[in-house]
């Protein structure tokens, strides 16, 4: 069973910049597709970006496309997400996951293991 750890959540001010990671432990992280996935408070799961297997194939969802970058690193088993021009609008828990497919997985329930979550908070 994969365990995921976020870090690098905190304050910036619109327009700013943060850099989540993701630290995964009790397996490879090789084998399985990451993402991110946010949630605002009163509100879903919401799709953020996602990277699969192969470290090469990415996707976003268009509220973050040409602001948010991920990636990662195998040989250290944590994932990354560099968000730039930050906007009142990101602030939400981050969420990051695991999953053994990379298919559909703009679908929050493709996700098989999640971490505890991280808090971004963009002020205006």
């Known amino acids: 069973q994969v365990v995921l750890v976020e870090s690098g959540g905190g304050l910036a001010q619109a327009g700013g910049s943060l850099r989540l990671s993701c630290a995964a432990s009790?397996?490879?992280?090789?084998?399985?597709?990451m993402g991110w996935i946010r949630q605002a408070p009163g509100k879903e799961r919401e799709f953020v970006a996602a990277?699969?297997?192969?470290?090469?194939?990415?996707i976003y969802a268009d509220s973050v496309t040409g602001r948010f970058t991920i990636s990662r690193d195998n040989a250290k088993n944590t994932g990354y997400l560099q968000m730039n021009s930050l906007k009142p609008v990101d602030t939400a828990t981050y969420y990051c996951?695991?999953?053994?497919?990379?298919?559909?997985?703009?679908?929050?329930?493709?996700?098989?293991?999640w971490g505890q979550g991280t808090q971004v908070t963009v002020s205006s």
């Open positions: 996951a695991a999953a053994y497919t990379d298919y559909a997985l703009a679908d929050p329930a493709s996700w098989t293991y």
């Open positions: 009790g397996g490879t992280f090789r084998p399985y597709s």
């Open positions: 990277i699969r297997r192969s470290g090469i194939s990415t």
